[in-house]
């Protein structure tokens, strides 16, 4: 990447494009794992954050300057924070499912990480395994298979199943 490429100026080049697909993905939030991957250096992303161009979400969690925020774009920002194997559980795991009587609006994950970012309720678990989560799929009647993983998001949440045993836990 030459200096600190600067969108505004146009030059729209494979890694600018790269970079609006997987925010477009992903509520408009990255992560500093994705973008370095994608061959942004530490400075580039240093100068899009000066700019506006990205703002700090939570620690290693960038916003697209100017996106609406939304009630998936923190739970998207969350999962990030938490990096591999985070998962959208309790409350919020309900809510996307559509379960009745299931607030909105909360943020809260289950990940192996340390102290949450303010805003995120973290639940921590080492026994989470592959099956007990996967992408959300919003199909019309969520609770057709709560056993198998779903698709469509890119939110990771705990299956039905994990999700009504930890709400009923809380």
């Known amino acids: 990447m030459s200096g600190h490429d600067n969108p505004a100026q146009g030059g729209t080049n494979i890694r600018e494009q790269a970079v609006r697909r997987l925010a477009a993905a992903q509520h408009q939030v990255l992560s500093r794992r994705q973008v370095s991957a994608l061959g942004f250096t530490r400075g580039t992303i240093g100068y899009r954050l000066e700019s506006g161009a990205w703002e700090r979400v939570h620690p ?9 925020a939304c009630w998936e774009q923190r739970l998207m920002a969350a999962q990030l924070w938490g990096g591999p194997g985070t998962v959208i559980s309790h409350e919020p795991a309900g809510a996307l499912f559509g379960l009745d009587g ?9 990940s192996r990480r340390g102290e949450a970012p303010e805003g995120v309720k973290l639940h921590r ?23 198998e993983p779903t698709l469509a998001e890119s939110l990771r949440v705990t299956g039905v199943v994990r999700t009504l045993m930890a709400w009923a836990a809380c």
Do not use: F, M
């Not at 290693?60 to 609406?68: A, D, E, F, L, Q």
């Open 102 to 110: 299931v607030p909105t609006g909360g943020v809260a994950i289950t």
């Open 60 to 68: 290693n969690v960038y916003r697209i300057g100017g996106s609406t």
């Open 125 to 147: 678990s080492s026994s989470l395994q592959p099956w007990e989560y996967g992408p959300l799929d919003p199909s019309p009647d969520p609770l057709s298979n709560p056993w």
